[in-house]
Structures are given as C-alpha cells and as structure tokens.
C-alpha cells in the first residue's frame, strides 16, 4: 500500500517538466474562479498549430469567464468533437491536451454552474456522462511514457470536482434544507466509483478517491438517516497519508480526514453526551491541531479551527474517563480552565462566520454556550477567575432568551449553592444536562463539597450522616449514599480540600467538625516505634539491644506516615523540592515541628504530651532499683 | 480461571526469554525453587539452563544439582559448545557461574580499563555486587560517577551513555533492595529530572538485560506508593516533567489516582493482583513483597484511625477488600507498635484516649512495688540478722561468762562516749550490722 501514497509528491507540482500544456487547466477555490489560458502561446517546437481548435477553446474560456455557461460548454463539446474526429489519423499531443482539456472544462462549466442555478439531478447526470467520456477517453488516448500522461494529470480534474464543502457540519445538519447537498454527495460518490472502477486510473490517486468516498458516504449516510455508519469512520481512519511538508494537497487530505472525522464523533457527542472511542477522538484532536499550528491557512479557517476548539471542549470535560486521561494529570480547575478557553474560542470562531446572528436553535451552539458559562461559574466561584460569562458579548448576541435565562438561572442557583435549585434549573434543559453530563456531575460533586464544607462544616459541631445526606440531596431521588458522604469527606483531605477539621464516629454514623475533635493519637514519639513481629508481639528485630530503634523501624514508621505532619504543598514544586519537603517532614518529630509550620495544627491539638518522655525518665530508676 | 493461568505462563515464558547466560541462569534457579509455575514449566526452564551450562562447556553452577532434578536429566546433555568467547570473558562468565565473585570482583577491578569502556566496566562491577548481595558496596560506587566524563560521552559512545544510565537505575534498586523505598524513588525522581534520557531508556529492555525494566517500573511504582504520604499523593501528580514518565508507566498512575478518589478497594485488587503476581516472577522484587504490603495496608488502617474515633473492622474488612482476620492482626500490630491510642473491642476499634502520665504511672507503682518488696527483703534481712546476733550474744555469755563482764565493760566504754551512741541508732544500724557480720 504505501508506494501508492508516494507519489503524491507529484501530484499537485505543477512543474513545468511533467505538466507542461496542463497550466490551461484553472484551480477552483470555493467556486471562486481564476484562470490563466496560457495555453497555445506555451508552444514548444514540436507543438503543431491548429488555429480552429484554439479559437474555440479560448472563446469557451471566454464565455466561462462571462459566466455564459451554456454557451461555454457548447464551445468545448465543439472542441471534443473535432479532437474526437481528428485523433483516428492524428494522434498529435496537442490535439489530445485539447481533448482532455475540453472535457475538462466542460466539467467546470457544470461544477460552476451550480452556485448560480442550484443542484440539480440534471446537472448531476451530466456531469456523471462527462466524466465517463472523459474515462473513455484517457483509455484510449493515454501514453505511458508520454510526458503528457493524461492518466496522471486528472488532480486538477478532482481539485474543481471535489470543492470544497465548508460551512455546513455535518453534525448540525437539523433545521437545513439538505436536498442540494444530498444530490452533491451523490454526485461525488458516483465520481468516485466511475474512477475507480476505470482502467485509466492512476494508482496515485486511488487514497484520494477512498476519502472522497467515504467522506460522501458518511455525508449521505448523516443526510439521510441522520447517522454515520462506523464501518465507514473507520475505513477513513485507517487510510494514511504519508507526510510532506511541502504539498499542501498532502495537507488539506489530511485536515479532510480528521475534521470529517472529528464531526462525527462530535455528531456522537451530541447524540450520546459521550465517545465510545475516545482515544481515536483524542488522537485525531491532536494531528489537527498540528497541522493548524503549522499552516496559516488552516489556522485561520474558523470551520475548521471551530471543529477543533469545539473537539477540545468537550474533551476536557470527558477527561475524568481513565482511557482518556491516562498519562496527562491536570487538576480539575486547570481542566476547567481550558475547556473555558476552548468554549470561547469556539464563541469566537462562531461569530467570525457569521453564525451569531442565527436565531434559529442549533443544538451545538447551546452546548457551546453551556459549555462556556458553566466553566466559567466553577471557576468563578473557587475564586480562580473573576470574569463574569454573561458580561462576554459572545454569550449576550448568540443565544437565544430562553437558553440565557435558563442558563442565568442555574448561574444564581450555583453561586448561592442551592443544591435542589441547581438540579432543578438544570434539569430543565433536558438535552443539555444529558450530552454535558460529565460536566453537570462535576458541577454537583464541587456544589455539593462547597456546601459541605461551606455552610455545614462552620456551623455544625456534630451532625449524623443521615442528616449531611438529606442536606446534601439534589432532589428527593438523588440522596447521596452513606458511601459517597464518607468518600466525599475522605477524598476533602486528600485532595486537600477539607477546610475543617473533621472525626468521625461509624459505631453511631455522626460526624464531628472542629478543630476541638483533634486528638493526640499517640502518646508516643517516632524513636519509641518498634515493629512488633507479627507472631510473637515482640520487635521483629534488635532483640538483645531492644532499647535502640533498627532502621526499618524507621522506615516503617515514616512510610505509614505515623509520626509525620500531613502537610500540603501549595505551590507548585519541582520533583527535588517535592522531595526535599518530604524528607523534611520524615526527619523531623512532630513536636519540634511546631513552631516552624502552620500546618502543624492539621491533624494534632496543640498542647501534644508526650509519655516516652516521662517514661524514659521513669526507665532511668528502674535500672538502679535493682543494685 | 484456567484462561487467566494460560496467559500468565505464556508471560512468563516471554519474561524468562528475554534473559541471557548467566542471569538466566539465575532466573531459571529462582522459578524452579519458587512455587511459580507448573512443573512442566520448571522443566523447561532448567533444561533450558543446562543447556546453556553444556554449550559454554562448564558446569560448576551451584544450581547444578537443581537443574538436574528439576528437568530430570540424569547428566548434563551435550550440545555443540561455542567457540567463540573470547578467554578472559570465559574466564570472568565462569567465576559468576560459579558464584566466586569476590575472584570475578578483583578481576573486574585489576583489568586496564580504556577510558571509554570505563562505564560499561563499572556497570558489570554493579551487578556483581548485587549478584553477592552487597548493596552498600554497590551503592558507594557513586563515588566513581565521574559526571565531566559524563558530558563529553555524549559525544563518544550511546553504549556507555546507556551504561552510565543503567547504573544510576542499579543503585535506586539497591536502595529498593534495602527497603529503603523513600530514598529509592527520591533518588530516581531526582535523577529523572536532571537527565530525561532515562525515559527512553526504560521504554526498551537492553539486549542482555540485568534487571527488566518492568521490574525497575515495579520497584518505583511499589516505591513511591508506600513511601510518599497519601496527602501528598494528589501533590506529586501534577509535578512538572513527570507526564513523560507517567507514560511509560501508566500503572502507577491508575494507582494514584485509585488512591487519591480513595477507592481503596479498587486500588487493593490491583495491588495484590497485579503488583502482587509479578513479583513473584521476580527475584528481585520477590524479598521486599511482605514488608510492603504490610506497609501500604497499614498506611490505609492509619488514615482511617486518623479520621475516625469509632471504626468497624468488618466495615474496614469490606470496603478495602482485606480478609477480616488479616485486618484485625495488621491493625493491632499497628496499634500495639506505634503505641496508638484506640483499643479493638471486639469488630469495634475505639479511640481511647490514655492520661499522658498513665504509663510512667503505671510504671512508677511498678518501681514502688519493686521498692516496697527490696525494702520487705532487707528488712527481713535485718531481722534474721538481729536474731543471729542476738542469739549469738547469748550463747557466747553461756559458753564464756567472763565475756560477759568483758561485754559490760564494752558497753560502760561506749556509754562514756555519747557519739558512738548515735552511731548506734536506727537509721544507721543497718550499715553497722553488716560491719558486725
């Protein structure tokens, strides 16, 4: 397979070596035209004149300019026609080029037709004829080892074949009138499989022609039945180009590949609020976003670069998934944050095109608009932002007023931490609250630990866990467990969270907050820790000088962390000053810890006593008692 | 079950297979004498290894005798020998085989090393230490890390770079050897941040590997979960330059993260499981197992007795998915070790606050009693003695009446000195006693 994409290299080099009459050809940019008819006067010695068949090429060229379609292609069959009835006797390469080129345009006149005359099925099948002909006629008038190998200069051909088809996505394709494009993917399927199936196909572009075809079948697919096949996905997943960083055909292949494959997973998203394969989805994100980090163009092409922030957006917010984030660690505020930046990102590119004024519903603006605004109240309220979404002229102009005052509401709900109000509010937008679930159960799980931490830890000094259930429910139905109140209250210290000292009691299920619960837990310190030995309940080791702790002991003791301060570390650190503060913490005893660090009052009341002190003191007696 | 089993052997199998001369040699001796692996595999294993002793052409393993029985060889086979190793490095393979190290040490050590060997030298040096389990001596070979070297290599030869490398990793697993597991990962962590070459170092094994990098990967992972504090834990992931890490070992972040969502019970399965079967493929990460688990099963008891006056140890039992019986041993081996303040009455641990001076109390009476019961002692000493002497006074007047007068007179003398009255009295009679006696 590989030696078919490597000739790419030459595909799209317009070098004057291999495509010498080929410059008459014109490139198609978003039915924008521009042409060059260098044609006739590019004459090399060996070319022949043939004054007729030029007049009616150029004068077609002519009326295509004028955008005289019919009669530009009447020139061009005229063309055909002589080309067709000299060629038995003169197998000229010019007269061939003019063939070639003929059918060619004929090909552009219908291709350009269609933005002032709509699709039709008349066009449709017209085209399908002509690029028959045009199969017809490379089979028969093709030359290996011509210079002019019409087989190998078709990329033009498929460049004004396959236009582009931006603006419209493929998983917003609701509320719009989808015939004409329907009849586009037809066409684009049939292209494909009159070229493939053709003997005068040269090999080169055959990865071309299965992305094209995939991509229309996905299209037709999604048009029709509102749904892309996987198998399809899949295929054009696995299709590779080789890299070349010189081509920029090699690139907008790719940006094809991962955008078209981008929409749908993102159409999965909407449908499900979630991607089954996500590490696909995760992958396709980042090539895209190389290559618009590495092209201009690409970069400043909103559909694409919407498709892009969009696709990061609601990665970040799937991001809790393990398949997701298996190596890459971010807090859950630092993926907030960016997944704001993608929403607004995603704002912006939505205006550059021009979407802000649509007031017809689309769903994937509500979700960008969702996505955007509840970010950025989390951030808002843990104090890490203080950007205020609504004051955005982006939120203001996109949505419309239902959508804004929901969401305001579930905004007001969140910010007076009102657990039953934020449900409420948020289950009224059913459709949302279901594609952006894993960012709702954040928004819960964080509500739910600021009103733990917030307004019941300061003021209650013991409350049973029945009760932080029933002030934690989001609605009748939704009570947390006793399970998720335990995990809740034990993942706030590791994560460093819990702002109030807690101890709880599972004989009677209560809880105890305050800083007067803290208890001394030994009344021993590190130097008086000896490993028993497991069977004998003697210390496993140091039998003869048992008054000496044995380095394991130690050790031991310092890796259960039994004599060691829990200390956060706020800032962020470096590997060798993460380590050095532990070992900080390890070396030193808790009681000569006190002064020097605020945290000490974390897990210890501050009047510690010790009774290894007093005993050693005691233990000094002893000894002489016996003398 | 049987499926899981099948996977596991052909694991093993490939583990085993990457392993050359003599540590495979070594390998197949610590398998076949572990109880790991079906006594067909153990079959294949020493056959394998005898193999290898017949195609060298030496047989002088200490192992020898284990092979034999495990493959059921009743000799050595014969194979077709290879030639082609040069004298001294036969001479250097056969002292390892041998376990003479101290001799295959000296000379390692006496060789003229040219400079840029020098690493790839000390490297083989390092493993015949930990071969003869000297882990200090491995360690100080620190000393002979010359990092100016260091920094040209990086023109000179990838070899000696890798080398130079692999010894750094060498002494963090001496450190793990030692159960010195905060050192170990400290070390690494450090080590990783000044050189990142060691990311792709540990992505591929070396050709004739010491120690698998899977094994290295296991012994941080095992390091750094029993050694930094679980507060910690949510610290240490997001430290910088450690995602490149992170990717090449993705198990100890999925522990981690298990850890700091306190799913406890999820992270155990993991633990006993997969930390837990591997090694026992390893000879290297078999020895610190016990001590480890006790470790890292302690330090989940501990935060629950840190957050909890009243606990169940069947509540324990069940959400970490610990045996009931191992959960209350464990837990009152904590207690009584660490001197913790709880009390386990029946499935109920208690928070059981003690009076600072309770115990030098209880052990003040303890010195009181042992006061109490001297003092009885030589006080029924002085009476037993009073009584001889008394009892002695008499039957010297009976036998010499004269002493009597001899006696008075004695005591007119003492009578005329008032001082030595005193000297008499009670507080002092014990001391005179003994002069008497």
């Given at each position: 397979m590989p030696e078919e994409y490597e000739d790419y290299d030459d595909f799209m080099m317009s070098d004057d070596e291999s495509m010498n009459i080929d410059d008459i050809a014109f490139e198609s940019d978003e039915g924008q035209q521009e042409h060059h008819t260098v044609g006739s006067s590019k004459e090399t010695e060996t070319t022949r004149y043939f004054p007729n068949i030029e007049y009616a090429y150029n004068t077609g060229l002519a009326f295509l300019d004028d955008r005289e379609f019919e009669k530009a292609r009447e020139q061009f069959i005229d063309v055909y026609k002589t080309v067709i009835d000299i060629l038995p006797d003169d197998k000229e390469p010019v007269i061939i080029q003019f063939g070639f080129q003929a059918l060619n345009q004929i090909i552009s006149c219908w291709i350009n037709e269609i933005p002032y005359n709509g699709m039709s099925g008349q066009i449709v099948s017209e085209i399908i004829r002509t690029c028959e002909c045009l199969c017809d006629f490379i089979a028969v008038n093709n030359d290996d080892h011509d210079t002019n190998n019409l087989a190998k200069n078709l990329g033009n051909t498929f460049t004004t074949l396959f236009y582009s088809n931006s603006r419209i996505f493929l998983f917003d394709l609701g509320s719009l009138d989808c015939s004409a494009v329907k009849l586009r993917m037809e066409l684009q399927s049939a292209i494909v499989s009159i070229f493939l199936n053709s003997s005068c196909l040269h090999k080169k572009f055959v990865p071309l022609l299965q992305v094209k075809g995939r991509v229309s079948s996905i299209w037709y697919d999604c048009l029709t039945t509102g749904y892309y096949s996987e198998s399809d996905l899949s295929s054009l997943r696995s299709i590779r180009v080789i890299d070349n960083e010189t081509e920029k055909y090699t690139e907008d292949l790719k940006i094809e590949i991962t955008t078209v494959i981008l929409q749908c997973y993102i159409l999965e998203f909407l449908k499900a609020g979630d991607i089954k394969e996500a590490g696909y989805f995760?992958?396709?994100?980042?090539?895209?976003?190389?290559?618009?980090?590495?092209?201009?163009?690409?970069?400043?092409?909103?559909?694409?670069?919407?498709?892009?922030?969009?696709?990061?957006?609601?990665?970040?917010?799937?991001?809790?998934?393990?398949?997701?984030?298996?190596?890459?660690?971010?807090?859950?505020?630092?993926?907030?944050?960016?997944?704001?930046e993608a929403f607004l990102r995603s704002l912006k590119h939505l205006e550059e095109l021009g979407r802000n004024q649509d007031k017809t519903p689309h769903l994937f603006h509500?979700?960008?608009?969702?996505?955007?605004?509840?970010?950025?109240?989390?951030?808002?309220?843990?104090?890490?932002?203080?950007?205020?979404?609504?004051?955005?002229?982006?939120?203001?102009?996109?949505?419309?007023?239902?959508?804004?005052?929901?969401?305001?509401?579930?905004?007001?709900?969140?910010?007076?931490?009102?657990?039953?109000g934020l449900f409420n509010s948020l289950n009224c937008m059913?459709?949302?609250?279901?594609?952006?679930?894993?960012?709702?159960?954040?928004?819960?799980?964080?509500?739910?630990?600021?009103?733990?931490?917030?307004?019941i830890a300061v003021v209650y000094s013991c409350i049973s866990i029945p009760d932080l259930e029933n002030k934690l429910k989001l609605n009748e139905y939704k009570v947390p467990t006793r399970d998720d109140i335990l995990t809740l209250l034990m993942q706030s210290i590791l994560k460093g969270e819990a702002m109030v000292f807690y101890k709880l009691d599972l004989r009677k299920d209560l809880v105890y907050f305050g800083a007067m619960y803290k208890k001394q837990l030994t009344m021993y310190g590190k130097e008086s820790f000896r490993l028993m030995n497991q069977n004998k309940r003697k210390p496993a080791e140091a039998k003869e000088c048992e008054s000496l702790a044995s380095l394991s002991d130690f050790e031991y003791a310092n890796n259960v962390g039994l004599f060691t301060v829990p200390r956060k570390l706020t800032k962020k650190s470096n590997i060798t000053e993460f380590f050095e503060a532990l070992k900080e913490a390890r070396e030193n005893i808790i009681y000569i810890d006190n002064a020097q660090h605020k945290s000490f009052n974390k897990l210890y009341p501050k009047d510690m006593k010790f009774t290894d002190k007093y005993m050693n003191l005691v233990d000094l007696m002893a000894p002489r008692i016996h003398d | 079950m049987a499926h899981s089993n099948a996977t596991d052997d052909s694991e093993t199998k490939m583990m085993f297979d990457q392993f050359k001369g003599p540590n495979m040699i070594e390998r197949a001796h610590y398998l076949i004498t572990s109880n790991y692996g079906t006594p067909e595999n153990k079959k294949q294993w020493a056959t394998k290894a005898?193999?290898?002793?017949?195609?060298?052409?030496?047989?002088?393993?200490?192992?020898?005798?284990?092979?034999?029985?495990?493959?059921?060889?009743?000799?050595?086979?014969?194979?077709?020998?290879?030639?082609?190793?040069?004298?001294?490095?036969?001479?250097?393979?056969?002292?390892?085989?041998?376990?003479?190290?101290?001799?295959?040490?000296?000379?390692?050590?006496?060789?003229?090393?040219?400079?840029?060997?020098?690493?790839?030298?000390?490297?083989?040096?390092?493993?015949?230490?930990?071969?003869?389990?000297?882990?200090?001596?491995?360690?100080?070979?620190?000393?002979?890390?010359?990092?100016?070297?260091?920094?040209?290599?990086?023109?000179?030869?990838?070899?000696?770079?890798?080398?130079?490398?692999?010894?750094?990793?060498?002494?963090?697993a001496c450190l793990f050897f030692e159960e010195q597991y905060f050192s170990c990962c400290s070390n690494f962590f450090k080590f990783l941040e000044n050189d990142d070459g060691i990311i792709d170092l540990l992505k591929h094994d070396s050709l004739d590997p010491f120690i698998l990098n899977e094994e290295f990967l296991l012994m941080i992972v095992i390091s750094v979960l029993v050694s930094v504090p679980l507060d910690n834990y949510a610290d240490f992931i997001y430290l910088e330059h450690l995602k490149a890490f992170f990717e090449v070992c993705p198990l100890l972040i999925e522990c981690l993260q298990l850890l700091i969502d306190t799913k406890f019970g999820k992270f155990f399965e993991i633990w006993h499981e997969v930390v837990g079967s591997k090694y026992q493929e390893s000879p290297f990460l078999n020895k610190g197992w016990v001590a480890a688990k006790l470790m890292m099963r302690s330090k989940i008891y501990f935060f629950?007795?840190?957050?909890?006056?009243?606990?169940?140890?069947?509540?324990?039992?069940?959400?970490?998915?610990?045996?009931?019986?191992?959960?209350?041993?464990?837990?009152?081996?904590?207690?009584?070790?660490?001197?913790?303040?709880?009390?386990?009455?029946?499935?109920?641990?208690?928070?059981?606050?003690?009076?600072?001076?309770?115990?030098?109390?209880q052990k003040l009476r303890e010195n009181q009693v042992l006061i109490d019961k001297e003092l009885e002692h030589r006080k029924s000493q002085n009476s037993e003695l009073q009584n001889i002497i008394h009892h002695s006074i008499v039957t010297n007047e009976e036998k010499f009446p004269s002493s009597r007068e001899l006696s008075s007179k004695l005591l007119e003398d003492d009578h005329m000195d008032i001082n030595d009255v005193n000297t008499l009295s009670d507080a002092e009679s014990l001391s005179f006693e003994y002069e008497v006696d």
């Open positions: 995760k992958e396709s994100i980042s090539i895209l976003d190389k290559l618009a980090s590495k092209s201009l163009s690409v970069s400043q092409t909103p559909e694409v670069m919407l498709i892009l922030h969009f696709s990061q957006g609601i990665m970040l917010l799937m991001t809790k998934r393990p398949d997701i984030n298996s190596s890459i660690q971010t807090s859950v505020f630092w993926r907030m944050r960016e997944a704001r509500d979700i960008i608009l969702a996505g955007f605004t509840f970010t950025s109240m989390i951030l808002l309220k843990v104090g890490k932002e203080e950007l205020d979404p609504f004051e955005f002229e982006q939120v203001r102009i996109l949505g419309n007023q239902d959508i804004i005052d929901n969401i305001q509401l579930i905004y007001v709900n969140f910010m007076n931490l009102d657990l039953m059913k459709e949302i609250n279901f594609i952006l679930h894993h960012l709702v159960s954040d928004i819960y799980e964080l509500a739910q630990s600021l009103v733990l931490w917030t307004k | 005898l193999q290898y002793l017949s195609e060298i052409n030496y047989i002088m393993s200490p192992h020898l005798n284990a092979f034999l029985k495990a493959s059921g060889y009743a000799e050595v086979p014969e194979t077709v020998s290879i030639q082609d190793i040069p004298n001294d490095q036969m001479i250097l393979l056969q002292k390892i085989i041998s376990h003479e190290f101290d001799e295959a040490l000296y000379s390692l050590e006496s060789k003229k090393v040219p400079r840029n060997e020098y690493y790839r030298n000390l490297e083989m040096i390092m493993q015949l230490l930990i071969r003869a389990k000297n882990y200090k001596g491995a360690e100080e070979l620190e000393y002979r890390m010359d990092n100016i070297y260091v920094n040209q290599i990086h023109e000179t030869l990838k070899e000696e770079l890798d080398a130079y490398q692999r010894i750094q990793l060498l002494s963090c629950y007795l840190r957050i909890s006056n009243y606990i169940h140890i069947s509540y324990l039992s069940k959400t970490l998915g610990i045996d009931i019986n191992a959960v209350r041993e464990e837990l009152s081996l904590l207690i009584e070790s660490a001197h913790l303040n709880f009390k386990i009455d029946g499935d109920l641990v208690v928070y059981k606050v003690k009076h600072y001076l309770e115990d030098p109390v």
